[in-house]
């Protein structure tokens, strides 16, 4: 059973309005369920934690739902290893600050030049308050692929942690992140995944990858404007807390400083119940290839949604790359191979002739096609293709909720901008 795409459409009030949503690395439009469950904790349960009274203790179990939930939507150990924090940013900053303590001065780490900056910066910051050094793996410009090779040597030098991307918000590649987290353990290294870009197209399973770290935000995977962190329990237990002293010593609070957005958590909650819904409705005929992962419960139900997400959006891929491809004086940046479409999620970056890419985005915003231009905060990758200084790149996009006939439609005018 294909995705029933009315269906699914009618579960997003936006999509309701006269627009196209290709904008969704930025953010993807909130789910019914996220939404519902945002206005309901803040009518029945608006409370602060851990108090006597009726709000209070409902506003308490919400949030420890939630906490539930993620750990199936990660297929964490437990809901400890899960950390809630204002975003993937925040939190990486807050994390590197604590993981940083560790480090000594002579010691390395390893960032690369295809992540956003939320995945390089705070370790450079931390790097330099350290006296550590930093080495960087660049990727190749033809296909925006990691050069493996380069990371390997630089493992060679036992670094104290990888940061690194599970997909590039910018090229939409899918860097191989289980062989690269194998490698870098070989080397005794740590390994914090920023899985942002690749959280809403695949399914997530933190113990088979065997990261030590992974971070998302839900406003990516059509949920509330919150950052949701996996831990190794033991790694999270020994880090140090920044914290003020009455906050407890005990996970997950440990390390969720201040009073939390609860009403953004609970829409992750409804992020995760939708995902569910989903995985009931659509994912029946992907239960054969996941009964060898022993998946039980929610978690069955959100790696069946997860799947039956990625084949719908491997077809989103082939069609907008074949649009693309079609447009006169259109430069496409990272993998155009389709038969490595398995290797990409369904974004896209390019640039149309000699035309500035916030002119390309003002003209489809005219259509009613909402797309980003600029970096997106991936400065590295944009200025390692030489276009930061000419705006960046126009990017494309899609998600599950996207349609084909979306697709036909974008086409039709970059064709019409192309030959303007």
């Given at each position: 059973m294909s995705l029933d795409l009315a269906v699914i459409r009618n579960q997003f009030p936006a999509l309701r309005r006269p627009a196209i949503f290709f904008d969704n690395p930025g953010g993807t439009q909130i789910a019914q369920p996220s939404l519902d469950r945002v206005t309901r904790y803040?009518?029945?349960s608006n409370a602060n934690h851990e108090g006597a009274f009726a709000t209070s203790i409902a506003s308490d179990a919400v949030l420890d739902e939630a906490h539930r939930a993620m750990a199936d939507f990660y297929n964490a150990a437990e809901p400890q290893e899960i950390i809630f924090g204002n975003n993937m940013t925040t939190l990486t900053l807050q994390f590197s600050r604590s993981l940083s303590r560790e480090w000594n001065a002579g010691d390395e780490i390893i960032v690369t030049r295809l992540d956003h900056d939320a995945n390089v910066t705070p370790w450079v910051l931390a790097a330099q308050d350290r006296g550590v050094k930093v080495n960087w793996v660049d990727f190749d410009v033809e296909d925006g692929t990691l050069k493996l090779e380069d990371l390997r040597k630089a493992l060679e030098r036992k670094p104290k942690l990888l940061a690194i991307g599970y997909a590039s918000n910018s090229l939409g590649t899918i860097?191989?992140?289980?062989?690269?987290?194998?490698?870098?353990?070989a080397a005794g290294t740590c390994v914090y995944v920023d899985a942002v870009q690749y959280a809403p197209h695949g399914a997530i399973d933190v113990q088979k990858l065997d990261c030590d770290f992974l971070?998302?935000?839900a406003y990516k995977f059509f949920g509330t404007h919150a950052g949701i962190l996996y831990g190794k329990r033991d790694l999270l237990e020994k880090m140090y807390a920044y914290k003020v002293r009455p906050a407890t010593n005990q996970l997950p609070g440990k390390l969720e400083t201040g009073t939390q957005n609860h009403e953004g958590i609970a829409g992750v909650l409804g992020a995760i119940e939708y995902f569910e819904w989903l995985g009931k409705e659509f994912g029946g005929e992907f239960i054969d290839g996941?009964?060898?992962e022993n998946y039980q419960g929610r978690r069955l139900e959100l790696k069946k949604a997860m799947t039956a997400i990625h084949a719908y959006e491997y077809e989103l891929s082939r069609s907008l790359l074949s649009a693309l491809e079609s447009i006169p004086g259109l430069r496409l940046y990272g993998l155009t191979d389709a038969r490595r479409l398995d290797e990409r999620v369904a974004t896209f970056s390019f640039r149309l002739?000699?035309?500035h890419p916030r002119t390309v985005a003002e003209k489809l915003a005219q259509e009613n096609i909402y797309v980003w231009d600029g970096n997106y905060y991936a400065l590295?990758?944009?200025e390692r293709l030489g276009v930061e200084t000419q705006g960046g790149m126009v990017r494309v996009g899609a998600t599950h909720y996207n349609t084909l006939d979306e697709v036909v439609k974008l086409k039709e005018a970059l064709l019409k901008i192309a030959q303007a």
């Open positions: 803040l009518v029945e860097n191989p992140i289980q062989k690269i987290i194998d490698l870098a353990h971070v998302s935000s996941l009964k060898e002739k000699d035309i590295n990758a944009s």
